[in-house]
């Protein structure tokens, strides 16, 4: 079965550290990832797309790679912040099947003081 | 973000009630979608629309029927809910609908049935 899945366990760390989430596929062939961010009550909001040949992207603080042989994406956010604490969604499109977002559960971060 | 607004916030109905849920993007995009979010659940897609015209409908009962009537404005009208269709419904729109646009959220009704 096609199954996207992220952390379903809560990540906690330290101000200053680096989060790393994951978000594993099974049965898709992706044309695009995508991660967002979405606050309590909040809407999804965009951060970062990357599509299936490349293998790093970054903006500012924020770093995801892209593996199709693991069928991994890791999303990277260097030196947290308070600020950053959200659930982060992934979620992927497939070629020819338009603007059709196939999004994971979430991981909720929490950065600590 | 004010791109995408959403309303109402809030919605109580009961399970015999019509009601409509509005969506309206000011970013000059001509792809509209409306996802539903329940609490532990991925967001689902429901319906897709491209320069007005329905493209995607994800096996979503008869009792949700969607309206399009331009690119800035969407709709979700209900009736006759159950129970279990109690979520938040999001909004969203893109610049067309291709495999790698974005998509921008409004901040969703949180809609529950008695």
């Known amino acids: 079965s096609q199954k996207i899945e992220q952390n379903s366990e809560a990540l906690n760390i330290q101000e200053g550290k680096t989060a790393t989430l994951t978000c594993n596929y099974t049965?898709?062939?992706?044309?695009?990832l995508q991660w967002y961010r979405q606050d309590p009550g909040r809407g999804p909001v965009f951060l970062l797309l990357?599509?299936?040949?490349?293998k790093e992207k970054r903006k500012e603080r924020l770093k995801v790679t892209f593996d199709t042989t693991l069928k991994q994406s890791l999303f990277h956010i260097t030196a947290s912040q308070p600020a950053d604490s959200a659930t982060y969604l992934c979620a992927l499109t497939i070629y020819n099947q338009g603007g059709k977002l196939i999004f994971g559960q979430g991981t909720e971060l929490s950065v600590k003081p | 973000e004010t791109g995408v607004t959403q309303t109402p916030r809030h919605l109580v109905m009961g399970m015999t009630n019509k009601k409509s849920l509005k969506c309206e993007q000011h970013?000059?995009?001509?792809?509209m979608y409306w996802y539903k979010q329940s609490a532990k659940k991925p967001l689902e897609l429901m319906f897709v629309?491209?320069?007005?015209?329905?493209?995607e409908n994800n096996s979503v009962p008869s009792r949700f029927s969607p309206e399009c009537p331009n690119s800035s404005h969407l709709f979700l009208h209900l009736h006759t809910l159950q129970p279990e269709d109690s979520a938040l419904y999001l909004c969203a729109s893109s610049q067309d609908s291709r495999e790698d646009q974005p998509q921008h959220f409004g901040d969703g009704t949180r809609l529950s049935i008695l």
């Open positions: 990357i599509r299936e040949n490349e």
């Open positions: 970013l000059g995009h001509n792809a």
């Open positions: 629309y491209n320069f007005k015209e329905q493209t």
């Open positions: 049965n898709y062939s992706p044309a695009y």
